[in-house]
T-cell receptor
């Protein structure tokens, strides 16, 4: 199984809503990532978890709150988002040792209205 | 931190011609260089990668070269086909405390004209 599964695929939320994005992988990877991608731009790193501990927070606003409940799951909790937060949110995972590829999920297309 | 520059930003080629995309990086500690293809509305998918102890790697119509001294790496696609049309991202990566620190280039939109 070389899949990273993200749900939902599409999400429309109001600025006062609270929602969560979910990501799951069963490749035994101990590094998991959240990226944000705007149209015609490269993925932009938001958070990195290594061994279920937050390793990197790239100065992301607190309206985005990551959570890693176990080694297979990664969540991104969203609250009080702004329209400019509309983007494709990609989850990825990789091995924590050696130089190997990051596997990306299919992404959640988020629209904030 | 790492900085990856990618050129060109757009590239149009006739079907059957070759396409070349070039990247440079700044951090000499980067030692893994993946290339991702992203079709419209889809996830980035790895098409080829190269590690710093290798100068060239080929997989069918796709090849990547790496010049560590000059901090350049390039993607070569031969005999292009319409299904090669997509956005291609180069990246430079290094292992850092149990995760991959990946820096992406700005992307190249490749259009293959039938």
């Amino acid at each position: 199984d070389t899949e990273v599964t993200q749900t939902p695929k599409h999400l429309v939320m109001g600025m006062t809503n609270k929602k969560s994005l979910k990501c799951e992988q069963h490749m035994g990877h101990r590094a998991m990532y959240w990226y944000k991608q705007k149209a015609k731009k490269p993925p932009e790193l938001m958070f990195v978890y290594s061994y279920e501990k937050l390793s990197i927070n790239e100065s992301v606003p607190s309206r985005f709150s990551p959570e890693c409940p176990n080694s297979s799951l990664l969540n991104l909790h969203l609250h009080a988002l702004q329209p400019e937060d509309s983007a494709l949110y990609l989850c990825a995972s990789s091995q924590e040792r050696g130089n190997t590829e990051a596997f990306f999920g299919q992404g959640t297309r988020l629209t904030v209205v | 931190g790492e900085n990856v520059e990618q050129h060109p930003s757009t590239l149009s080629v006739q079907e059957g011609d070759s396409a070349v995309i070039k990247c440079t990086y700044s951090d000499s500690a980067s030692n893994y260089f993946p290339w991702y293809k992203q079709e419209l509305g889809k996830r980035p998918q790895l098409i080829i990668d190269i590690r710093s102890n290798v100068g060239e790697k080929k997989d069918q119509r796709i090849a990547v070269t790496l010049n560590k001294t000059a901090k350049h790496f390039s993607l070569h696609i031969t005999e292009t086909q319409p299904e090669d049309s997509a956005v291609y991202f180069c990246a430079a990566s290094k292992l850092s405390g149990g995760y991959q620190k990946v820096t992406f280039g700005t992307g190249t939109k490749l259009q293959v004209i039938p």
